[in-house]
Every structure is written in structure tokens, then in C-alpha cells.
């Protein structure tokens, strides 16, 4: 294991940064599966392989998502226990999800195997690239196993402190997923089927090598063959973590995926565009997720070991370097978004769309620059119901009304619709501000929010009274959520 475990002492600013470089770098680096499959298959291939990769990779990076944000009950319980010091309950936890993630990667297997004709006729794929779609939805779907296991190793290892082994094997994928593009697109012609097979083979490869490089770590748990199962405590602290943001993002996705069923109906030059367009928008939001991750296992070690004023102060520095750096990538994305979107196709007409598609999004790298970071504190202590309701109401509330609104006008462009994005950015970050000061006005710092683990909630607890400042934090209640009752804890 690499020396930063744990964040519950010392600087907090220059390890916040060491540990989001590398979630940075792998999220580069995994954005760069879907970008390498569409820049490929853009300069190799005709308009409809670029519309079908588009809508399939779109479809697919739901599906990665909302399996990747379940897993981060399995993040936020993992980090919790290493801040208490509950180390010995990590190997429980990781069978638990091993079982739990292999039975989820299989249903979508057979879902997406045998639904992909009607997942792309929901998605109103264009005529002309609506066999392509199913084709790339059905390959994709037959390496849900790996697929979902390659997240599971990154959610897991960033709940112990280690974002460097994440990196590596997206790396892996990466690399491989690259030359197989190149094999199978560029020298076999195969275009859309090409880039599926190219995605699922690389990320095969990810996973054997990553399985053999971590059998020879030291890890701060121990993992037997009897902890790979499902243990019913374990479960339902992962799925009270986990499924809320989860649904959250499932349904942010869905927002996302009904305004590309809205611009699929323009045509397939429409079509296409949005999907460049969302490929560039996959690398310039990646300052903001990389920290929102970052920020999530930071605090919640923190919250494990009762330093909420390293939370905070973590919080408040990942904000203010995120939207530094958010303020460039406006720039970049309104003043240049030809050049950018030009590096996924050749055809004028794709990347005049992309360009004026990305104009709104510019306008959003202001805003998710602070609201990720917001999102990424209340994850890691636990508040992920409030994170849920925040996402749907942005998504459902605003965002899919007001793509549709603009759609419907005489002469929508790509500009129009895509400010629902922003505007639905903006109303998340008033909530999460305005739940701050809820919070605050409670006067309700801590809450615990765990079924009793062997003692764990327990000295999560003591944790939190050793190292309270109760004069310089005003606290009145704790609250302490046991597995079958509510008791409170007069502070």
C-alpha cells in the first residue's frame, strides 16, 4: 500500500491533491475509452458508426456509472471504518461486494443481451444507425462482468487511501482498449462492432493483470475465502450508503439520455454533434469529478475519526482549486470549441454542432466546479439521501423540462438545449448551500449514520468526542443511529 492511508492527520490541502492527481489521471484515462472508440471510428468510419457509437457509449456510461455510484457505499464504508480504526471488518466488506457486484454484472448481461433492440429504440436511434446501436449494446452488455469489476477494484482501493492502483488499471484498459480500436477499426474495418470488441477486450485485460498485482499488496485488512459473501449487516450499510447515490445518478442519467432521445430526432448530424459534444465534455468536467471522489474518501475517513474541521477545511480548499481551474475551462470550451471537437471528427457539419453544443456546457464547468465538491463532502458523511434529492430534483426539475422547452421552439439549436444543463447546475449548488446552512442553524455537526458493526459506530463516537472543540463548534446533539433504534447522545 502506498504511506497516505489515511487523512485524519497532518496537512490536509497537499494530500487532498497528491490523492486526486491520480483519480484525475484515471479518470482521464477512462474517459479516453468512449473519446478513443469515437475519434477512431469518426476518421475510419461514416456518420452512422459515429451516431451508433455515440448513443451505445452513452447508454453503456449509464450503466457504468450507476454501478460505479452504488460501489461508493462500498467507498464511503471502507473509509469510515479505516478513520475509526475498524480495519479488520475491510475483509467482510469487499466479499460482501464482490458477491453483491457479480450478481448485478450478470443481470445486465442478460438484459442488455436480450432488451438492446428496445434500449435503442427508446433512445431513438436513427434508422441509418439503429442496427449498428444494437450491435454495439449487445457486444458491450456480454462484458458487464469485467466491466463492473474493474470499478468495483477503483471504488475500493479509493475507500482505503490508494488512488494510484486505480490508476494503473485503467491504464491498462486504456492502453489496450487504444490499439484494439486501431486493429479492429482502422485495419479491419469493423467500425461500430470493432470498437465494442476493442472496449470489452481491453478491459479483460485490465482486470486479470489488476487481480495479480493486488494479490501481491499489503493491505490494512485481512480477506479470507469465508468473507467472500453476502453478510446481511454489511449489505444493508452499503446499500443505505450506496443506492441513494446510485438512483441519483441513474436518473441523472436518464435526464441525460432523454435529451439525446430529444436531439436524435433532429437527425443524425444532431445526433452525432451532441455525441462529440459529450465526448469533450467527459475530459473538461474531469478536474471537477476527480475532486468530488477525492473529497468523498477525504472526509470520509475524517468523519470516521471525528475531525469534521479537516472535512470542512477539505471541502472548502478542493472548491476553490476546482473552480480555478473550472474558470480555464470555460474559456477553452466557449472561445474553442471547434478545436476541440474537431480532434473527434473530420466532418464540418458534426463539429460546427458540437461546438455550439458546448458553448452551454462552458457555462457549467463554473458552477460543477463548486456543487461537485459539495456533493463529494455529504457523500462522505454519509448524507447521501440529500445528495439524491438534489440530483433528481436538477435532473427532473429543471434539466429535462428545459431541453424539452427549447426543443420545441421554431429553430431550437444545439446552444439552446444544452443550457439546461447549467441552469439545472445551479439550482443543485443554491440546495447544497442552502443545506449547509440547515445544518448549521440545527446546529447538528455530526450524525451517525451506521447500523452497529461490532463496535464500529461505538468508537466512531469516542472518535468524535476526543477530538471535538465543543466550544468552537457550538454542539448540542449527537445523534447516534443504531440498528434497531434512535437514541440520542447528550454531547
Known amino acids: 500500500m502506498e504511506k497516505n492511508t489515511t487523512f485524519t492527520q497532518g496537512k490536509i ?58 460501489a461508493m457505499g462500498t467507498t464511503i464504508l471502507l473509509g469510515q471504518q479505516i478513520g475509526c480504526g475498524e480495519r479488520k471488518k475491510g475483509g467482510r466488506t469487499v466479499g460482501t461486494a464482490i458477491v453483491m457486484f457479480a450478481v448485478i454484472a450478470l443481470v445486465m448481461t442478460v438484459a442488455l443481451v436480450l432488451f438492446a433492440p428496445q434500449i435503442s429504440s427508446i433512445m431513438n436511434a436513427p434508422a441509418e444507425a439503429f442496427d449498428k446501436t444494437v450491435s454495439y449494446v449487445r457486444i458491450c452488455g456480454c462484458g458487464m462482468l469485467v466491466i463492473v469489476a474493474y470499478n468495483l477494484i477503483g471504488c475500493i482501493f479509493r475507500g482505503l487511501g490508494d488512488s494510484k492502483t486505480p490508476l494503473f488499471t485503467v491504464a491498462i484498459a486504456c492502453v489496450c482498449n487504444i490499439a484494439g480500436d486501431l486493429l479492429l477499426c482502422a485495419g479491419f474495418n469493423m467500425g461500430t462492432a470493432g470498437a465494442a470488441f476493442a472496449t470489452v477486450f481491453a478491459q479483460v485485460i485490465s482486470v486479470v493483470v489488476s487481480f495479480a498485482v493486488i494479490r501481491k499488496k499489503e493491505l490494512p485488512f485481512e480477506m479470507h475465502r469465508k468473507d467472500i459473501r453476502i453478510h446481511g449487516r454489511t449489505l444493508r450499510k452499503m446499500a ?131 456543487f461537485f465538491c459539495y456533493t463529494g463532502f455529504y457523500n462522505g458523511i454519509g448524507r447521501t439521501r440529500f445528495v439524491m434529492l438534489q440530483g433528481i430534483i436538477g435532473a427532473f426539475g429543471v434539466r429535462v423540462p428545459v431541453s424539452y422547452f427549447m426543443s420545441v421552439q421554431s429553430n431550437p439549436s444545439l446552444f439552446h438545449i444544452g443550457l439546461a444543463t447549467p441552469m439545472s447546475s445551479i439550482v443543485q449548488l443554491l440546495l447544497c448551500l442552502g443545506f449547509m446552512v440547515y445544518l448549521k442553524k440545527k446546529k447538528v455537526l455530526f450524525i451517525i449514520w451506521s447500523f452497529s458493526y461490532g463496535g464500529g459506530a461505538e468508537k466512531i463516537l469516542a472518535n468524535i468526542v476526543n477530538n471535538l472543540d465543543y466550544e468552537k463548534y457550538d454542539i448540542d446533539v449527537l445523534e447516534y443511529l443504531h440498528a434497531d433504534k434512535m437514541e440520542p447522545v447528550n454531547g
Not at 28 to 39: E, H, K, R, S
Not at 255 to 262: D, G, H, T, V
Open 13 to 70: 490541502l497537499q494530500p487532498l491533491i497528491l490523492f486526486a492527481l491520480p483519480v484525475l489521471f484515471a479518470l482521464f484515462l477512462q474517459a479516453m475509452y468512449g473519446a478513443v472508440d469515437l475519434l477512431i471510428v469518426g476518421k475510419f468510419a461514416a456518420s452512422a458508426d459515429v451516431s451508433a457509437v455515440s448513443t451505445g457509449s452513452q447508454i453503456m456510461m449509464t450503466l457504468t456509472n450507476l454501478v460505479s455510484s452504488f
Open 240 to 370: 443505505g450508503l450506496g443506492a441513494p447515490i446510485a438512483l441519483q445518478d441513474l436518473l441523472v442519467s436518464i435526464s441525460f439520455l432523454i435529451i439525446l432521445a430529444i436531439v436524435n430526432a433532429m437527425g443524425v448530424t444532431a445526433s452525432a454533434g451532441v455525441g462529440v459534444g459529450e465526448k469533450v465534455c467527459a475530459f473538461i468536467m474531469l478536474i471537477s469529478s476527480a475532486f468530488m471522489q477525492s473529497i468523498s474518501a477525504f472526509v470520509a475517513q475524517n468523519y470516521g475519526a471525528g475531525r469534521m474541521d479537516r472535512a470542512k477545511k477539505a471541502l472548502h480548499y478542493g472548491a476553490v482549486v476546482s473552480f480555478i481551474i473550472g474558470v480555464g475551462m470555460f474559456f477553452l470550451s466557449f472561445f474553442h470549441g471547434d478545436v476541440l471537437a474537431g480532434v473527434f471528427s473530420s466532418d464540418p457539419s458534426v463539429i460546427a454542432a458540437a461546438a455550439d453544443y458546448l458553448k452551454a456546457y462552458a457555462i457549467d464547468c463554473l458552477f460543477t466546479a463548486i
